[in-house]
């Protein structure tokens, strides 16, 4: 019977180009009234920018988005807030200081000449706080002090004080505990019971199967599958829809399997625990060998190597070449060096230049009693700079100006100038568009030819799988599989990180 | 897209020419010039209005001692704001400094004991500031807010909020103003002398590049290794060991020391180093910068002085002049980048 409805929502041909990156490019949806239609990809697919160009977030460079009947510009949030789009975000929007009530009403508050309705606001607020089940949320409870569960709620909440006819749900399980989903679907289904349509995105895919109606996959800005039915496709196929790449041979060579057996162990971690994160991991990297993480987001393979690097606290052994490692500055002295997840957030001075970049963990090499001997700086940055082919070849250049690859060659290039044992590279590629990944990967390689030990995280499996040497598949905070990374291939690996069954 | 993925390919037309890489540091040096060409700007209405009086050169010495105070005081803010934080109890720690310096029991040692202390006062002040922010986890306007309180009480309390003349035989400390060698009081060489080492200090030293890394981006800073509180909490002693220099210099030009010293300094000196084109947040700034925006303060000052117009006006000039220079700043900034 649904089938006869008229889709709600229709985009067609959604093309959004960043800088260096084309997010989007070509995706079509179509989303009926009163369906569950789960949005799937890996990360990086293009869900995010498409729900953000949904709310109105981003504009389209082209295609068209049809929403009840009438083609429709979404010039920004108050535009799609007006037609009836609601999007909860995976970062919940909420401003912890202000009341429940003051939350789900604001930007269009219940106000007489710009006099807060206090009394309205906090009836209106219980009135649909009761409709969600949870009756129990006063109005006035500050927002701060709500669970995430709750804070989930209000945000529900919030999208439908607006007159919603669409609600887009980033990953709302993400945060939340086993029985908290449970209500969570209920409200999912009372919501479309009521002619509401929901766009949900979750990378859990037993949530798909109770949840869902029909099923849209992204993969690489494109869309591959529209309305599969969310029951019965089989997991296999929607696997290979979301990874079937056709391997392009970007990865450099490797040295024959367990040809690194003999070798001494650079790294040695044991029974590594960060509380509520990772649990009991250990394993070892050794002299040239590259050792890959895989795991989803928040599976607690960035929080491995943070506490590697000293950057978090943990309980376990972690040795560098038999030396334990104890805070970042031990970190940095014993000969570790991180190249982190947000390149622009954690890792580069934008207003520096490139050399003053580069040099910046080895600045002690420079100087003398605190003097720097800039002829010398400028001249290990310079050949850093050629070493790695890092183009334009000028270091006195602001890195701001620089490529996303040639901004990482230049991270990677710190840790070069003072002679590093190991290195730990987060998403090293994350914003580095694919011809100039391949000269990364080549990088990469070459480091660990020269005897550093690389241990790698990263969320595209292929980049994993194709560059090291070993594999640590990492679920919910626990190492489930170990081995050769020429024994893996990407079904078996995202079984093991998605369902859970080992083999 | 496609045809641009060779294996080191960049984006095409993302690599801009070589020339455009120096009209970026051009623009920086064009900053400095908005500034020379402000001052010149300056000395013309100076010459035009006070023919007489404006290009003396007891004028102009004046000038030049009274910036030295609050210059000092602004090498030590420019190194704070750099590092991502701020300073307001300069003046009061300057106050206070200046203060304990001319007690009865530290006058008795005699004059170099005497700048010794103001020195070690400053130093200690600024380093208690730097341990509340760094290891207190204090935000820096709170933590120096609640030292230019306490400094200024204590050096009420420590002078019975008199005044305290410097005496007699310790008439070295005043020698550093009434000494002219090239016809410049001792005192603006002191003065030129802690800019020059600021200047070293910020930019030929391993300490000044941590100090752009830690404004710039602390997370990042951390990250590369850098001790990232323990450089804070050295930031702000310098500054301290800045304003006890500058309270041996108020004590050469007045003879005194006193709790209402360097009243409003602070806002005198952070205005000068956003002038000067450092940026508030962090991460970026020159000493240069700051010490010209501080001289456009003072001859402004001086220039209102010599003829004979309103404070009240001179206040409503400088409020207008930090609102003009860093919008002025914020389109040069824009352009560049």
């Given at each position: 019977m649904q089938d006869m409805r008229d889709p709600l929502l229709v985009m067609r041909g959604i093309v959004k180009q960043f800088p260096g990156v084309r997010a989007l490019d070509g995706?079509?949806?179509?989303?009926r009234a009163g369906e569950v239609h789960c949005l799937l990809g890996q990360n990086g697919a293009g869900k995010s920018t498409l729900i953000k160009t949904l709310a109105g977030a981003h504009q389209p460079d082209e295609g068209t988005i049809t929403f009840a009947g009438q083609e429709v510009r979404l010039t920004g949030p108050i535009a799609a807030i007006k037609l009836g789009i609601s999007t909860i975000y995976q970062e919940l929007d909420l401003v912890d200081g202000l009341s429940v009530a003051d939350n789900i009403f604001l930007g269009h508050e219940k106000a007489a000449f710009g006099f807060t309705r206090t009394g309205d606001t906090n009836r209106a607020a219980a009135e649909l706080l009761g409709r969600l089940g949870h009756g129990e949320i006063a109005p006035t409870t500050e927002v701060g002090t709500l669970p995430p569960a709750g804070k989930q709620v209000v945000s529900m909440a919030r999208a439908l004080s607006h007159d919603t006819r669409l609600i887009v749900m980033d990953e709302p399980s993400a945060a939340l505990a086993h029985d908290e989903v449970d209500n969570l679907f209920r409200i999912v289904r009372e919501l479309t019971a009521a002619g509401v349509a929901v766009v949900y995105i979750s990378h859990r895919l037993e949530e798909i199967r109770e949840i869902g109606d029909r099923i849209t996959v992204l993969k690489d800005g494109r869309t591959v599958a529209v309305g599969l039915p969310a029951r019965e496709t089989p997991t296999r196929e929607i696997i290979s829809l979301m990874t079937g790449r056709d391997m392009e041979n970007v990865f450099p060579e490797r040295p024959a399997p367990g040809s690194h057996d003999g070798r001494p162990e650079v790294l040695r971690v044991e029974g590594l625990t960060v509380p509520g994160v990772v649990t009991d991991v250990s394993f070892s990297v050794r002299e040239g060998e590259i050792v890959g993480?895989?795991?989803?987001?928040?599976?607690?393979?960035?929080?491995i190597l943070e506490a590697v690097y000293g950057a978090r606290g943990c309980s376990g052994r972690i040795e560098l070449n038999g030396a334990p490692v104890r805070g970042i500055s031990s970190a940095v002295r014993l000969g570790i060096g991180l190249a982190p997840e947000e390149r622009k957030a954690q890792a580069l001075l934008m207003d520096q230049s490139v050399a003053g970049n580069i040099t910046l963990s080895g600045l002690g090499l420079y100087s003398r009693l605190g003097w720097l001997d800039r002829k010398r700086e400028l001249a290990d940055a310079k050949a850093q700079i050629d070493e790695l082919d890092?183009?334009?070849?000028?270091?006195s250049r602001p890195i701001r100006t620089l490529s996303g690859g040639n901004q990482q060659k230049a991270v990677l290039a710190r840790w070069l100038v003072n002679r590093r044992k190991l290195l730990l590279l987060d998403e090293p590629t994350r914003g580095v568009d694919v011809g100039a990944r391949a000269d990364l990967y080549a990088v990469i390689r070459r480091l660990a030819d020269e005897g550093i030990g690389v241990l790698l995280?990263?969320?595209?499996?292929p980049e994993v799988l194709g560059l090291a040497d070993r594999v640590l598949v990492i679920r919910e905070g626990r190492a489930v599989h170990q081995s050769d990374a020429r024994d893996l291939d990407e079904h078996r690996v995202l079984d093991m990180i998605m369902e859970g069954s080992a083999l | 897209m496609n045809d641009t993925r060779t294996l080191s390919a960049e984006p095409a037309g993302k690599a801009p020419a070589p020339a455009s890489s120096r009209s970026v540091r051009g623009l920086g040096g064009a900053r400095h010039l908005?500034?020379?060409a402000a001052l010149v700007l300056l000395a013309i209405v100076g010459l035009v209005t006070q023919p007489d009086n404006f290009a003396t050169s007891s004028n102009l010495v004046s000038v030049l001692a009274l910036a030295a105070t609050i210059g000092v005081i602004t090498v030590g803010m420019t190194f704070v704001i750099i590092g991502g934080g701020i300073d307001l109890s300069v003046g009061a720690i300057m106050a206070l400094a200046s203060v304990w310096a001319t007690t009865v029991a530290t006058q008795s040692y005699g004059p170099v004991v005497m700048a010794l202390c103001a020195i070690l006062v400053g130093a200690g002040a600024g380093a208690l500031n730097g341990f509340l922010i760094s290891y207190g986890r204090m935000v820096p306007f709170i933590a120096t807010l609640a030292m230019m309180v306490a400094a200024g009480g204590l050096a009420q309390r420590m002078s019975d909020r008199r005044?305290?003349?410097?005496?007699?035989e310790n008439d070295a400390i005043m020698a550093l103003s009434t000494t002219k060698v090239l016809g410049l009081p001792l005192l603006v060489y002191i003065f030129a002398a802690v800019v020059a080492a600021g200047w070293v200090l910020l930019n030929r030293t391993t300490f000044g590049r941590r100090t752009f890394a830690v404004g710039g981006n602390p997370e990042a800073a951390r990250l590369a290794g850098i001790d990232v509180r323990r450089h804070t909490m050295l930031l702000y002693t310098l500054s301290g060991v800045c304003c006890g220099i500058a309270a041996i210099l108020i004590m050469a030009r007045t003879t005194t020391g006193s709790s209402t010293h360097g009243n409003l300094y602070?806002?005198?000196?952070?205005?000068?180093?956003?002038i000067g084109g450092t940026?508030?947040?962090?991460?970026?700034g020159t000493i240069i910068g700051s010490i010209l925006g501080l001289l456009i303060f003072t001859v402004i000052t001086n220039l209102f002085i010599l003829n004979g117009l309103n404070t009240s006006d001179q206040l409503i000039a400088k409020g207008l002049i930090i609102v003009a220079a860093v919008l002025l700043q914020r389109r040069s900034l824009r352009s560049s980048s």
């Open positions: 995706v079509d949806l179509e989303v993480l895989a795991g989803l987001v928040g599976s607690g393979r960035s929080e890092l183009r334009p070849a000028d270091p995280v990263s969320s595209e499996l | 908005g500034l020379v005044t305290q003349l410097v005496r007699p602070e806002l005198d000196a952070i205005a000068a180093v956003i940026l508030l947040t962090g991460g970026r």
